[in-house]
């Protein structure tokens, strides 16, 4: 559980101002380096010293905007207004498709204030008066007119009641009046019916049959009608459905027009070939609002069973997507002025899958625990901080293995009381049960989580785990190779590989197990117990000097491990389980690993 830091909050009144640049992602597009170098130059000599000057602070700044505060709303309304007017001179003569131009909201508000940050609704009220501001003009709150009102010199055009987003009241909003654009155009922004698209929006449009064979689009329809019902399996997406989907058939589209039309943030086109017997998938993920591609792939494979290779390409697409849809989620947090729970969730699904390091697990963590805090019943926050712990418990990296079992399996028990079809919940479940001596209800749990997601590639990998746990070792390589079929590029592969290593050695198979930890190891080199089962096994082998060397490795990563560090680390009391294990030590022992 998150503990409440202690201490009194400081509390102030202030006066908040949120910028950012109008069309950044577009700008940073037609030119990367002149849009930032032009950009670094106006914050630093145009809009930080108006601040300054004025008595603001900037309290933190993205990559396009900044948050400020100021003790006056007077102040903050002529910085702004001094800092847009110069900029807007320093400009005119740009061209219009690479003029950088700077949105303002304003608005007075009692906010929580920590050293590098301030918080409330007063915050969140100017970022979103931003949102709706024209380029190069302010929109300010109905609470700052009031204040300024009369003492600037500056005339605002009532806008009307307006309904921000995530703010449950409508706002009084009043905008800037200059000779162009027009208070009308405010308006029109602002209307409560331009909405934002949502998070994890896409589209998958129909993929173009390249094979000049009008037989073959029953496959190729195929593919694209698998992938909309397999993304919609992604926990927080919103995918349109393909009969909306279909109707842009055979049509050459704007993808940044379907992104307009259909109110959503990703398209997903591809295309699919035959020629002889091999068959050609191409896939691209695009940014709907820039146009700009996000990932590409492309599958090549021999023409076998047309159904099962349409399930494969499908499955691996769906766990890939997922992963991509999440680091674009979370670069565009990034450059959010205040982060809400789920920018802050996005951010440390991404930090975690960067890999299974101490770093980025601790990194994850922290947004996680940020995001609790904003929102206490996020499910999928409380469901991204059991993963953080199982994983963390499950790396033999430290010795509170399992108080990070004992942590996690609340979080995901809570997410499940409140979504009980959340397949990731089930699938962490079954994790956690699996390695604290309940392999079975661990299986039932990962069986319903694919019951609910068949592309639940570490589900088919945890049961094969649970499987050498109920001493049937036999079995764990079958299930351990359907989840590298579905997600072969897993952040994870490296340990479902490790499953299979430990499983041959529990069977005496000591030559494979050193065939599937070498190859672990070459896909990830960064994991301590992958290489320490190496050098058990190739120590079995008669191979010392290869083992020392495969000892050393991991000492490099972890220069505490111990054999009796591993042997508390238990899972299981099954005989057939526990004897293979000292086979496991034996091999250690004689590698050279140190007892403990």
């Known amino acids: ?43 630093a000599d145009v809009v930080t010293p108006a601040i300054a000057e004025h008595g603001g602070r900037i309290v933190k700044s993205t990559g396009d905007g900044l948050l400020a505060e100021f003790p ?20 005119i003569g740009d061209p219009e498709d690479r003029r950088i131009a700077f949105r303002v909201g304003i608005n007075i508000g009692d906010v929580i204030v920590e050293p590098h940050d301030i918080f409330g609704d007063g915050v969140n ?38 309904n921000l987003k995530n703010i449950d009241r409508p706002v009084r909003a009043y905008a800037l009046v200059r000779d162009e654009p027009s208070p009308a155009a405010h308006a029109e922004r602002a209307r409560p019916d331009a909405l934002s698209a949502p998070r994890l929006s896409i589209v998958v449009l129909p993929f173009a049959n390249l094979s000049g064979d009008p037989e073959q689009d029953y496959f190729v329809d195929g593919v694209t009608e698998s992938l909309t019902t397999d993304l919609s399996r992604i926990s927080g997406s919103f995918v349109i459905g393909r009969h909306t989907a279909f109707t842009y058939k ?45 990932w590409g792939h492309r599958f090549d494979k021999p023409v076998a069973n047309l159904f099962d290779m349409q ?54 963590r922290g947004f996680f625990e940020r995001a609790l805090k904003l929102d206490p019943q996020n499910i999928e926050t409380l469901v991204g901080i059991a993963l953080v712990d199982a994983t963390i418990g499950a790396s033999y990296t430290s010795d509170d293995r399992a ?3 004992a942590a996690a399996e609340p979080l995901v028990t809570k997410a499940l009381s409140m979504a009980p079809q959340h397949a990731l919940a089930h699938a962490v479940l079954g994790w956690i049960q699996i390695v604290t001596y309940r392999a079975a209800q661990g299986i039932a749990e990962c069986e319903q989580a694919l019951a609910l997601d068949r592309n639940l590639a570490a589900a088919h990998a945890w049961i094969g785990l649970a499987k050498s746990y109920l001493g049937r070792p036999a079995e764990t390589e079958g299930h351990v190779r359907e989840a ?84 508390t680390s238990l899972s299981s009391n099954d005989p057939t389980y526990l004897a293979g294990r000292e086979r496991i ?12």
């Open 403 to 405: 108080a990070r079992f």
């Open 311 to 364: 399930d494969e390409i499908v499955s691996r697409l769906a766990n890939t997507l997922d992963a991509q849809l999440i680091a674009a989620e979370a670069r565009r947090a990034e450059r959010s002025l205040h982060p809400d729970a789920m920018d802050l969730y996005f951010q440390g699904r991404a930090s975690f899958n960067k890999g299974v390091t101490t770093e980025h697990m601790m990194q994850a």
């Open 1 to 43: 559980m998150v503990q409440e830091r202690p201490g009194r909050v400081e509390r102030r009144l202030s006066a908040i101002l949120a910028a950012d640049v109008a069309g950044y992602s577009r700008l940073m597009h037609n030119d990367e380096e002149s849009t930032h170098a032009r950009l670094t130059a106006l914050l």
């Open 585 to 596: 030590y034996e091999g250690m022992c004689i590698a050279g690993v140190p007892e403990g």
């Open 250 to 294: 055979g049509e050459a589209v704007d993808l940044k027009k379907v992104g307009r039309e259909l109110n959503i943030r990703y398209a997903l086109e591809g295309s699919v070939q035959r020629s002889g017997n091999r068959l050609r998938v191409n896939a691209q993920l695009v940014d709907a609002e820039s146009g700009n591609q996000i």
């Open 125 to 162: 009220i100017a970022a979103r008066l931003e949102g709706i501001a024209e380029p190069g003009s302010v929109c300010i709150s109905s609470s700052t007119y009031d204040q300024v009102r009369g003492k600037v010199g500056i005339e605002f055009a009532d806008l009307g009641e307006q």
């Open 484 to 567: 590298l079929r579905l997600s072969p590029r897993d952040i994870f592969a490296l340990r479902w590989m490790l499953f299979v290593g430990h499983a041959k050695l529990l069977l005496n198979a000591d030559e494979d197990a050193a065939v599937w930890l070498g190859r672990g190891i070459e896909t990830n080199r960064n994991y301590p117990l992958a290489h320490f089962l190496l050098a058990s096994a190739l120590a079995l082998l008669g191979k010392l000097d290869q083992a020392k060397a495969a000892v050393q490795g991991g000492f490099a990563l972890d220069p505490y491990f111990t054999i009796r560090r591993y042997r």
């Open 72 to 91: 006056s709303a007077v102040e903050a309304v002529r910085a702004a207004v001094q800092f847009q007017t110069r900029i807007h001179e320093l400009t």
